[in-house]
């Protein structure tokens, strides 16, 4: 039996609580001062304690205090009627579950009960995520075991022995920076310096002045010269981010930099050389902006030597796991927690979640519950709303997907029993056929060839279905 010790002043609220509290299946425990309630957590080990805050003699703050340097794992409940905002606040530095006003709700009381004791629970069953010591730690290193990341641990190790220039391509969020500096810091320039800039992020003009330097005079405000992205870079790597954001004519003398090596720093007369190895990204498709005029063919290929596609999140959910420890054990060393894991209903939305903003968005909700987990362990409840939301909407959208089908073939089994019709088969078929070939081919705008791929026929097939439909 669960043993949840009270320590209240106020008799009507510790006998409201022990008579609750028996009936809820749980052995009460009553304390009537902080004093007591401190000899009372050394003998009877409570689960759950709830405390009051103003208490003859020491406060319930201090209790706290004390409590959990006597035993971590117990977790406290604080009630008052007082000083609500300051009294919060402070309760949940010194680490608190949760905080109730008073006079108490019982069933709320009952609900965060139950949520600290399943943590309790969980805390037992989990061992910490498995971690190197904080001064050797990665907390910017690949990770993943899916397919998809072995094929692109295989296509890293196969480059870093030369310097190829490498384009890597994929959604924002999935770790495109990241497979630059596993490039970098695995080949022979790694002892060089990794330069990162990030293009889009950069008007025209600075651009310019960023990747190449400048004289001085040689606008206004160049009090002195300063040396470019390029020049900080000689001998190891510098990463263009974003690069699909840079102007025609920025393309043009990029172009050049990666074919002759040399480039002249605004206002100069005086080429300068460097030996640099270029590993571009973008999250757009770079092949149709150059069909469309708006990135330069050549330099296209230039970029594309070497060409990563990282595979959004929501396509590789088996590193999900993997990625949440190794975030937890982030977190663990920036907030200087002993986070041990999650709930398993918490593991499973995240296991169902389409991950918009991709590995990032993974490590900033991760890091948000561990700052929101009251306990060693994070529940469901502490994940971003976004998340918690999310899954249900599409199950929601799903849902309604179905209700509107299930709606039609309704109708059209209805017409076709008022019509005594023997071919009803058939005639859904045919329709489902039209529909769907119709709406592919216009969004893609009537190529036959990607309409045939998408759809998984032949392009012989497709062609028949066009000309039958």
Known sequence: MKKVLVIDDEEKVCWALEQFLKDEGY???????????????????????????????????????????????????????????????????????????????????????????????????????????????Q?????????????????????????????????????????????????????????????????????????????KGAFTGADGPKKGRFELADGGTLFLDEVSTMSSALQVKLLRVLEEQEFEPLGGTETVKVDVRIIAATNENLESLVQSGAFREDLYYRLKVISFNLPPLRERPADIPLLVNHFLAAANIELGRQL?????????????????????????????AAVLSRSDVILLEHLPPEIIAGPRKAEREASALESALENILKAKVKQAIN????????????????????????????NQVKAARLLGISRTTLREKIKKL
């Open 27 to 137: 052995k009460p425990i009553i304390a009537n001062n902080a004093e007591e309630g401190l000899r009372k957590v050394e003998t009877e080990q409570p689960n759950i304690v709830i405390l009051d805050v103003r208490l003859p003699g020491m406060d319930g703050l201090e209790a706290l205090k004390k409590i959990k340097s006597l035993n971590p794992s117990i977790h406290v409940i604080i009630i008052t009627a007082f000083d609500f905002f300051e009294t919060t606040i402070k309760a949940m530095q010194l680490d608190a579950f949760d905080f109730v006003a008073k006079p108490p709700d019982l069933d709320e009381i009952k609900e965060i009960i139950d949520r600290a004791i399943k943590a309790q629970e969980l805390s037992k069953a989990l061992s910490p995520p498995e971690i190197e010591p904080a001064e050797k730690y």
């Open 139 to 215: 907390l910017d290193k690949l990770v993943g075991k899916s397919g998809q990341m072995q094929e692109i641990y295989k296509l890293i190790g196969a480059i870093t022995t030369n310097n190829v220039t490498v384009l890597i391509e994929g959604e924002n969020g999935t770790g495109k920076e990241l497979v630059a500096k596993a490039i970098h810091y695995n080949s022979p320039r790694k002892d060089k310096p990794f330069v990162p800039i990030n293009c889009g992020a950069l008007p025209d003009s600075l651009l310019e002045s960023e990747l190449f330097g400048y004289e």
């Open 340 to 368: 041990k894991g999650l709930d398993s209903k918490a593991m499973e939305l995240l296991l169902k979640y389409d991950w918009p903003g991709n590995v990032r968005q993974l490590e900033n909700a991760i890091k948000v």
């Open 419 to 446: 019509q005594d019709s023997n071919n009803l088969y058939d005639d859904i078929l045919s329709m489902v056929d039209k529909s769907l070939v119709n709406l592919v081919l216009q969004e893609l705008n009537d």
